[in-house]
Structure formats: C-alpha cells, structure tokens
C-alpha cells in the first residue's frame, strides 16, 4: 500500500542539449526520447519519490465520473497490487521495529469490512472497532467508524490484510484510491512526490550521520524498503514497459509531414491543419523541452478538424492524449486529459468522424486496374517505414470497382499493373510507395450492400420548425459506411447479418397493409408537427413486426423522413418515430439502412436528451441496429459508449423513481449487449467505469434487467482483464445464485458467463465455494433447451478441471447424467460433453462410472467426426478411459485404437498432439494385458491376446512405414 502505485522506479533522463538547425539529424542522445529505448511519459524522476508519480501516471484509471477515477482491474495492477499486499502483510513480521512505526497522517479510506472480521487485539462496539495499541498521544492506532477505515502504523496494516481474506485486493485498491501520494502521509510532506530533482534521502542521510535520532533512522530505513519495494516491482513490470513503448520523434515528424499533406481548407481534406507548437527542434528530434522530454514527451500538435474544436495533443513515447491546452500566454497545460492512443491517426479516429469519412474519400488509385477485373482491389501494406504505416494501411482498405465504360475502353487484359503518379503529388518519397507487386483482387470486398439508388426528396423539420428540403443518395462509390470495417474489431465475432440478405423481389400483388403505410407516408413527409404526430400513431397500430409494413417503409422513403425527425426539437415527433423505428430495425435490411442514413449517430446524440424515455427509446433503437460491425463502431465513435454507461449509474429513492431508473438501466444494458461483441468496444465499456456498475446492477432481483447485464458480461468475458473484474467484483456468488432461477435464458447466459470465466482456476475455485457446482448438474435434465444445455455442460466441462471440482460433480451423480448426452445432440453440446468427461476421466471412479453406464461405445464412435475441436476432446477422453483396464478391451474391440493411430495423419496438429497422447495409456496397457492372458477365465483371455495382437500388428505397420 504505501508504494501503491508504484508501477517503476524512475530512471533519470539527460535531456538533449538544444540545436536549432540539426531538425532530426543529429541522432538520438542516450537520454531523451530519440534513443532506441525510450521511457514512458509518466516515468517518474527520482528512484527515491516514485510512488505518487507512478500512481497518477502508471497505474490504469477508469475515465468515467466525477472525481479522480478508480484504478481498472487489469492483469498488470493486479499484479502490482499483489506484490504490495504481500509486502505490507509480511512487513510486521520481516521488520518488527519498523512496523510499529506511527504514520504522520492516517491512511483513510472507505472500507467494505465489517466489525465482524476483528477479533483478538481490538476493541468492538457495534460497528466501531478500535485497536488496543496506541500511539505516543493515546489514540488507537486503527480505527473503524461508519465504513470509514484508518491505520496509522505498518504493523496494522499487516493486521488489517490478514483478516481482510479473499477482500484485501478491494481493500487494497480502495486504500491506493483515497491516498494517491501515500508516502506524505507516513512520512510527511517533506517526503511528497516532486518533479524534478529530489534531495530529501541526501538530506535525511546526513541527519542521520549527524544525529543519532531513532525515529530519523527509522524513517531512513522506511525509505530503502519502499525503494527495494519499487525495483522488484520495477523488475515485474518491465515486460509491459516495453510493450507500451510505441513512438518515436522520427515516427511523429513522418505522421505530421503526411497528414499534413492531405490537409487544407476544402470540404475533401481530413484536416483543416495540423501545426507543431513550437518551429524549435532539438538535436534529438524532439520539440519539447528538456524539461518535458525528461517525461518521455516529443512534441505537441494544434489540429484542427472540420468537425470538432481545436485539439491540443501531446506525442510522447508512450503514444498521443490530449492535454490541456494552451494556458494564457504560450504556455502549455501539460496534464493528461485523455485516454493514451498508439499514434496521431488511431487519436484522430477516436475523436473525429469527420476524419475517418474525408480518409476515406481520397482518391487513392495507387495502381490501374485489369480491364476485365469486376471486383474491388485490395492493396496489401506498403512499405511505408514507421509509425506512418497506420496511416496507409487506414487509406488503403478499399478500392473502388471502376464503371463499365471505363473498363471496356481500358487496355487489354495482359496490361501490367503500374503505379499511379497520384505518389508523386503526394509527397511520399519512393521508399515510402507501394510495391506493384503487391496488388491481390479481394473477392470479398466486392459484395457491397445495396446498388447505386436515389431515394426521393425528403422533407427535415428544423428547430425553427421551417422545413428544409433534402436529397439523400447512395452511391457505388467508396464510402465509409460501407468500405471502412474496424481492423481492430473482434476476429472472433460472428454476426448474424453482416452480410444483408438482399432482398428477392417478388410478385406483384402488394398487401393492404403496404397501400396503408403509402397513404401515411404522405402525411408523415408533408404535413405540420400536428398532422405528423397523428400519422406516426397512426403507422404504429399497424403490425409492425410483419415484414411487408417494414419494407413498405423503407420503399416509399419513409425511413428518411423518420430520421430525419429524430433530429428536431419535437418531444412528440422524437419518440413516435423512435418508437417506429425499435419495432422495424428488427428487420436485417432496415438495420443497414438506418446505419448508411446516419440514423446512429442522431439516436447517440438523443441519449444526452434530459427527457428519460426518449432516452430509453434510443437505446432501445440502437441495441437492434448494432448488430452488425459497422453499427458498433458508429457507436464508438460518436461517444455512444460512454453514454450507455452513464444510464447504468442513476439510481432514484422511492419506488416509482427505482422502477424509471431500472428500465433506463435495462435499456442502456441491452445496448451495451449488442455492442459488447467487438473488442474494442468492451475495452471502451471497461474505461468508461461499466464494470462496477454491471456489478451492481447484477445483484438486483428483476429478471428483465439481469438478463442484458449478464449477457453483456458473458460477452465481455472472453477478454482476461473482464474475468479478474468479475472475480474481484464478487460477481460469481451472483451468477451461481441466479442458475436456479426459473428463467430459462437468465440460467443460459450465467452458464454461458461461467464457462468463459472458469478457464481461471480462481474462478473454478469461487463457483464451487459458492455452491454452483450442484445446479449446474440439475440443469442437465433440460434437454429440450439446446442452447442452455451446450452453456451448462461447458461451464461443467471447464469446471471439471480442478479435481476439487470433479469430487463434488461424483456425489452429484454428474458423470452418469453426462453419459446419457453423448447421442443425439448437436455437436456444440457434443464438444463440451466430451469434454467435461476427459476431465472427470482422470479420476479412477469415473472412468468405471463411464464404462458401466454404456459410455465407452458413443465416445469410441465419434473418433470418425471431421469436427476439429471436437476430435481433440475425443481423443483426450478415450485416452483417459484407456487407463483402465477393462475400458482399454472395450476400446480395442470397437477398432478404437485403428482410429486413435490414423488420427495421427490428421492435418491438424493439435488432433495429431491428443492422438499420440491417447495411444500412450493404450501401450501402457499392454502389459496388463500379458497378465490377463494368463486368466483363467477364456473370454478374458481370448479378448487379451486379441487386444496385444493388435497393438503389435500396428507396432509393425509403424516400423514398416519408418524404415520400408
């Protein structure tokens, strides 16, 4: 604790001596951000005064809220956090004198421990505990009043930590968040955390050489141990600096030179300009001074895009965030107002639409196209050198398909592709351009959705309620809408329409239905705020969920002109159209279409609305349309995240006031659900402070909210830095607890939330202390639910893992119930049954339990399926059943060991790895299988000799394929 954060200790960096002419030259300095290695910008200075500079700088905080923010549980804090509890539990025993040192200042923060865990060495009165030691003054050295927690001395600390159990690495958190510079208070000011140099441990050393004060040298020794205390956790952080190290002056000056390129005043460019704070350079590179690049800073930019403010950005090792601006003067704020981004351009995706469209725009035609190529091109990376290469790479996705009149009157179709001279007006020199060589048609990026159309004039209502005419047309050009797919987007996602099905056409004949939503249509486009609302009440007692009233909308132009009222000041007009629309985004085409409209990003600006059901309405909406990728990313982009969180934190006294807050709630949840399936969402849910607050919500007992906060978590936890929050969170009691619930899709997706969460061995231990092991097992007497049945018997199949685990899963008879699944299920439930029996297999009573319940015969049979990771659950199950004896005889009779020996052919090497492993307890056998030949019982003797028969045939046919 008292070295919270201290993530590294500082090393000093000299910074390069100024030279206004070298303008990147001069080669980096050991020293300053233009060498090789360079630090992160919050390293800190001194190696005696690091805590309070790593913990602000460091550590990873929440952006979320008011106040200072909360520390993330990530892998990498709590490692750290790990490392100091255990230094703060052993310290009493390791330094006993030192430990009953009494603090300057109490360390105080808000615990989530009661009277109840104190006992022996402490006064409780109800909910205030006191300690019997005591400081020189008289007062108990801890304290514990109202949830208010305060410790004044190390060995207290020590105390604390012990009794704190499975809690201390909340309590820990919790202490490193209310005491942010901990050292002044143990220590006292004096000992605070400076920038800069630092000779205070000078000055205390020569203190204690002058005096012979105790407490001086107390405090001397205080001082190293929390220093060790910084190199070991230097030493385990190291991997992560490393990794975190991204730019470098040489990177940042070829980002700037290029973006500035296609900046300027036009509507096209991505900027309107981009320009250095200071003309100055050093011999480094660098354009900070050296006061700065002591932190790791290169230089800070002034961008101006079409849409947003100017942007005041600093660029330093560690990446680009924005800082604070420009104070009065030419001074700079040079404190971290943002999230920390790998380079300009990925900064300028987050924060700029506009840029992200205009990128798309420029007309890169690197190469000409053959004649008779239909589809897109796809330009793989060009050999752009440095942190530039993001750029290309985001310039370069698509390709568009050139016209029929083009491609005929373009050259023959042996032409040679060649390089566009559009290079040379680019500024790029030749070793920055693509090579021709590297030109691949993609076929995939050819199925664009929808063809060139022209929807009719719509009308937009405007604030001032005039109207404003409007002509909304889709082109077969490249767009962002439909070229730009996120790279960084979950590989894993599967959506169900990220193609859209187009539509067939059909007959005709046309339902009433679509002749009535026509007849609206005319009222909804032209007629006043009045006539509009009453034709939107009218459009929706129609049946909406019919697909027929949903395309009848979208074909006669309605679905603009609902978007385009989302963007008025009509309360009235806002939600009947939103209300419209959550029925028909049902519909896959609708979804698409509301997305190329922009619809998106309106509904996400309707979320700052202080009108509460319009905000459920639009969050509502935007669950249905972010079902593709590019939906999600819109999201993103405009902020929408940070918004749907926001609808997770109110909560209201009274009851009617909790019944609004829930459904709001409810609402935002069921849109982070769908927009938690790309990974660059859930991390923007985690830094915008979601998880405690799903954690919250998670504990409440309504089932029509629990449902999308638990599916989001389910989503969410694949990623590892979710499953450490949802076992520090103490999630799990709640996901075991709601298994017996008597909702069928509640009970799925905490299953489903198990199964990811129990590859951490932390976790399987939870869910069994919390007794979750026993209604996982009754869960697998609904057979019917094929979706809840492949959740449950996954998270059995990665519960069983502990053997802790299986010993419960016996007395529960799980293994018996497992056996009766192994026929006549799809094989997503196929794949985890098997898979929970290789597990439970390792236990000699379960390998019995198999073989008498008729299990060996199914799990033998499905050594001949094509399924990848289904044959590797396979093959790991019979292998465990081989080691028995009685279950190896049965395998051999049933040519199970023919089958395990060709699957060493198999071309994966992961069915080739389980294979050979199975075949080893298969030979191991062999030797009981001489004993048994000796029996005097002639069937198990005749079922011996026939099994080693076989095992020596194909010994020989091996030796025979080895050496010919």
Not at 26 to 33: Q, T, V, Y
Not at 259 to 287: A, I, P, W
Not at 705 to 717: D, F, R, S
Not at 887 to 894: E, F, G, H, T, W
């Amino acid at each position: 604790m008292p070295a919270g954060a201290a993530a590294v200790p500082a090393v000093p960096v000299t910074p390069a001596r100024p030279h206004g002419n070298a303008a990147g030259h001069g080669g980096a300095r050991r020293g300053g951000p233009g060498a090789r290695v360079s630090l992160p910008r919050w390293a800190p200075v001194t190696l005696t005064k690091t805590m309070g500079v790593a913990l602000a700088r460091a550590a990873q905080w929440t952006a979320a809220g008011s106040g200072t923010g909360t520390l993330e549980i990530t892998p990498l804090n709590e490692s750290l956090l790990n490392q100091i509890i255990k230094f703060a539990e052993d310290f009493s025993t390791k330094h006993p004198q030192e430990a009953a040192f009494v603090f300057r200042e109490p360390l105080e923060w808000k615990t989530q421990l009661d009277s109840s865990v104190f006992g022996e060495g402490y006064e409780v009165n109800e909910a205030t505990v006191q300690s019997e030691a005591k400081g020189k003054d008289g007062q108990p050295l801890l304290i514990l009043s109202a949830s208010t927690l305060r410790v004044r001395s190390f060995d207290q600390l020590s105390r604390l930590l012990r009794v704190a159990m499975e809690k201390k690495l909340k309590e820990a958190q919790a202490c490193l968040e209310a005491n942010r510079d901990p050292i002044v208070k143990i220590l006292g000011p004096e000992y605070g955390t400076v920038e800069g140099e630092d000779t205070s441990i000078l000055h205390l050393f020569d203190k204690v050489k002058k005096e012979s004060d105790f407490e001086t040298e107390l405090k001397m020794k205080i001082v190293l141990l929390l220093h060790q205390l910084d190199l070991q956790l230097l030493n385990s952080s190291l991997k992560q600096i490393s990794q975190d190290v991204r730019l470098n002056p040489a990177a940042v000056n070829n980002q700037v030179n290029l973006l500035k390129n296609f900046s300027g005043q036009g509507e096209d460019t991505v900027l309107e300009s981009l320009e250095y704070t200071s003309d100055y350079m050093f011999s480094n590179g660098c354009r900070a001074p050296p006061w700065r690049q002591v932190h790791g800073e290169i230089c800070y930019l002034v961008i101006k895009p079409h849409d947003t403010d100017p942007l005041y950005i600093t660029c330093s090792t560690a990446g680009v965030f924005l800082n604070g601006g420009q104070l009065k003067g030419k001074d700079i704020d040079y404190e971290r107002k943002s999230d920390l981004y790998k380079d300009i351009v990925t900064f300028l995706r987050e924060k700029s639409p506009r840029f992200v469209e205009n990128m798309a725009k420029q007309e890169y035609s690197f190469f000409k196209e053959p004649a008779q190529e239909k589809n897109y091109q796809h330009v793989e990376g060009a050999g752009v050198s440095g942190q530039s290469q993001s750029l290309h790479d985001f310039a370069e996705k698509t390709l568009c398909e050139k016209g029929k009149s083009s491609s005929a009157g373009g050259g023959s179709t042996g032409q040679r592709l060649k390089p566009c001279m559009k290079w040379k007006s680019s500024g790029l020199s030749a070793s920055q351009r693509p090579k021709s060589g590297s030109v691949k048609a993609s076929k995939k990026n050819s199925e664009e959705e929808g063809k060139s159309s022209t929807v009719p004039l719509t009308t937009k209502k405007t604030a001032s309620g005039k109207s404003k005419t409007v002509k909304i047309q889709q082109t077969s050009k490249c767009k962002t809408s439909s070229s730009l797919e996120d790279v960084g987007e979950s590989s894993s996602e599967t959506d169900e329409d990220e193609q859209p099905v187009h539509r067939q056409e059909g007959g005709t004949d046309l339902s009433p239905e679509y002749w009535g939503v026509q007849k609206l249509a005319r009222y909804v486009k032209g007629g006043d705020p009045t006539a509009t609302v009453i034709a939107l009440c009218s459009m929706r007692d129609l049946n909406l969920s019919q697909e027929t009233c949903q395309l009848a909308i979208k074909d006669t132009g309605c679905l603009e002109v609902l978007i385009n009222l989302l963007d008025t000041e009509e309360i009235k007009c806002q939600t009947g159209s939103l209300k419209i629309l959550k029925e028909i985004s049902q519909n896959v085409l609708i979804r698409h279409a509301i997305a190329d409209l922009g619809g998106l990003e309106i509904m996400v600006k309707i979320l700052d609305s202080p009108d509460t059901n319009l905000k459920c309405l639009a969050a509502e909406t935007i669950a249905n349309v972010a079902r593709f990728k590019r939906a999600r990313k819109t999201v993103r982009q405009h902020g929408g995240i940070k918004k749907l969180v926001e609808l997770l934190e109110s909560i209201s006294a009274g009851s009617s006031h909790q019944a609004k807050d829930t459904e709001t709630a409810r609402c935002g949840a069921l849109a982070l659900w769908s927009c938690s399936k790309s990974t660059k969402n859930k991390k923007a849910i985690r830094k915008a402070g979601g998880i405690p607050l799903l954690a919250r919500w998670l504990k409440c007992s309504h089932t029509n909210i629990l449902i999308p906060i638990v599916g989001t978590l389910q989503e969410c936890a694949s990623e590892p830095s979710y499953r450490l929050a949802i076992r520090t969170e103490g999630m799990i009691e709640n996901l075991v607890k709601n298994l017996s619930c008597e909702h069928e899709e509640l009970q799925m997706h905490c299953a489903s939330a198990i199964f990811k969460c129990a590859e951490d061995e932390e976790i399987r231990d939870l869910v069994r202390k919390h007794e979750g092991l026993q209604p996982l097992s009754v869960l697998l007497d609904n057979s019917e639910n094929k979706q809840l049945l492949a959740a449950v018997t996954g998270a059995i199949w990665k519960c069983a893992i502990s053997r802790e685990n299986v010993l419960k899963f016996q007395e529960y008879k799980t293994v018996e119930a497992l056996v009766t699944l192994l026929t006549d299920q799809p094989e997503e439930v196929l794949k985890n049954v098997i898979g929970a029996l290789g597990e439970c297999c390792q236990e000699q009573e379960n390998r019995g339990t198999v073989r008498r319940c008729g299990g060996i015969a199914p799990i033998v049979k499905l050594l001949t399926t094509t399924d990848r990771a289904l044959l590797v659950n396979v093959n790991k199950a019979v292998g465990a059943c081989a080691m028995e004896p009685e279950n190896m005889m049965i395998i051999d009779s049933l040519d199970g060991v023919r089958l395990l020996w060709s699957l060493l052919k198999n071309p994966d090497p992961d069915v080739q790895a389980s294979a050979a492993w199975a075949l080893c307890p298969c030979i191991e056998n062999a030797k009981l299988l001489l004993a048994m030949v000796g029996s005097t019982d002639d069937t198990l003797q005749e079922a011996a000799a026939g099994c080693i028969a076989n095992i020596r045939r194909l010994a020989l046919a091996t030796e025979k394929a080895k050496y010919g």
